[in-house]
């Protein structure tokens, strides 16, 4: 059979170079090859197995199509735009592997059910090692952890200088957020384990197909209830790109601080050199390339998250081209996440940490002021609110006296209220003020190694 079977005889006309060029998904679905392969083998065997076809004719189709699969992977097939898609050019190949037979594959499907099941197959695939990337990152935080349980690091809020915490509680709140990442990915991928195939075009079927079968030897849980809204169906592409929108979103705010500690005014870390850059004007620069560009790329995943969205808000029930849209907008945010991922992930193995200097961001802040007003509602039997009056006092005296808190004397503090003991002045040191956090999910090193083990063994 030379011709395209698939062919459209009942038009006069083939389609135009122009709407070729608008109509083919060749450039970005020819990455469903393995997805689509594994569909159409499933179909085959669910064919054979409820005589729909022969055994022969299911054999000579699943050979072929192994076949086919070999021939892709080892750089032995070059797609044709002119056959518009993945599943057209696969048909194709079919048929000049196998003949005539090959025409018996599309029996009782349709692409609209066969794209919908290769595309969450591709989802689910890819899902693993998305999952894997997050996870390693969570490691690389944990280790940095391990390290700085007792690292001062400024914690801020409103980007001003707020409570003094470990580097290693730092590290941990991102370990939390990329958990709940994960979470999400397993969810997401656990709603869209059901089965399209086999919904055909929209109404279902008159052969007498067993849908559970192929559920099963693709590793669905069951099959999808609603053949109209199974081929319509984009919510899991949606939730795929939301899952990957948030976590780029974790990932583009962690960018965020590592821009600004490398900044000469903070110091707090040094950038590796083959993750930076230079200027091409100013010999002195050492620029956060990698950190902005994973900040900058996050954009786009969530302008795609958008674009998926207006795709389906006006589309009727079931299948319309405009669906096909869809896989560009899923295969770019996830390489997109992926790769910043990697950067991050490198990052983390290779940033070092100057913690003198953030010793001394806290230490010319005031950010042990909260310790000294727990300390007088713990020893002087004060509310807080009147601590928290008293201790204002004590700032705006050290301030206009040019002096940081912990520098005022015991003298001097005590003319605030006689009471005040040395012990007070303990809790101005920012270790002191660290170690005391002692809550459940505090900065304390006695929590944080609380926490490094929970997280150890919830994540890792
Ligand atoms: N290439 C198409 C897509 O990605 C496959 C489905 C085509 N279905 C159709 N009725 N034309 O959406």
Not at 129 to 142: E, R
Not at 293 to 305: A, E, K
């Amino acid at each position: 059979m030379k011709k395209n079977p698939a062919r459209n005889v009942h038009l006069k006309k083939g389609p135009s170079k122009l709407l070729e060029e608008i109509n083919s998904s060749i450039e970005t679905d020819h990455r469903l090859y393995r997805e689509d392969i594994q569909g159409s083998i499933a179909h085959t065997k669910m064919l054979a197995n409820k005589k729909i076809i022969s055994k022969n004719e299911g054999n000579a189709i699943v050979k072929g199509l192994n076949k086919i699969l070999k021939k892709i992977e080892t750089g032995k097939v070059s797609f044709k735009k002119e056959l518009e898609d993945i599943h057209m050019n696969i048909e194709s190949l079919l048929f000049k592997e196998i003949g005539i037979t090959a025409g018996k594959l599309h029996t009782a499907r349709s692409r609209n059910d066969q794209v919908v099941t290769d595309f969450k197959l591709w989802i689910k695939n890819n899902s693993k090692s998305l999952d894997k990337n997050i996870q390693q990152l969570q490691k690389n935080l944990i280790n940095v952890s391990k390290k700085h349980l007792n690292t001062v690091l400024p914690g801020y809020t409103h980007l001003q200088i707020a409570q003094p915490i470990s580097l290693a509680h730092h590290c941990l709140a991102y370990v939390e957020m990329f958990g709940r990442d994960r979470t999400r990915l397993n969810d997401c991928v656990n709603r869209l384990n059901e089965n399209p195939l086999g919904s055909a075009a929209l109404a279902g079927t008159s052969f007498p197909i067993d849908r559970n079968l192929t559920s099963k030897l693709l590793g669905f849980k069951k099959p999808t209830v609603n053949a109209l809204d199974s081929v319509s169906d984009r919510d899991f592409a949606v939730e795929f790109i939301f899952v990957l929108s948030l976590l780029s979103l974790h990932l583009s705010r962690m960018a965020e601080e590592i821009i600004f500690w490398a900044n000469s005014q903070f110091n707090f870390i040094d950038l590796p050199d083959d993750l930076a850059t230079g200027s091409s004007i100013m010999p002195q620069k050492k620029n956060p390339d990698g950190a902005e560009l994973v900040r900058g790329q996050s954009s786009l995943i969530i302008g795609n998250l958008s674009s998926l969205l207006i795709i389906l808000k006006g589309l009727p029930l079931a299948y319309s081209k405009d669906l096909q849209e869809d896989k560009k907008l899923v295969f770019k945010s996830y390489d997109t996440v992926i790769l910043s991922l990697k950067v991050m992930n490198e990052l983390w193995l290779k940033i070092k940490f100057n913690s003198k200097n953030m010793l001394e961001a806290v230490n010319k802040s005031n950010a042990t002021a909260s310790d000294l007003a727990d300390w007088i509602v713990q020893e002087l039997d004060l509310s807080f609110r009147e601590a928290y009056l008293l201790t204002g006092k004590i700032i705006a005296y050290a301030n206009n006296n040019n002096k940081k808190l912990k520098d005022l004397s015991l003298t001097e503090l005590k003319t605030f209220n006689r009471n005040i003991s040395n012990s007070a002045k303990k809790v101005l040191s920012s270790v002191e003020s660290i170690k005391n956090k002692t809550s459940f999910g505090g900065t304390s090193p006695q929590s944080v190694k609380k926490t490094i083990q929970y997280a150890i063994k919830k994540y890792l």
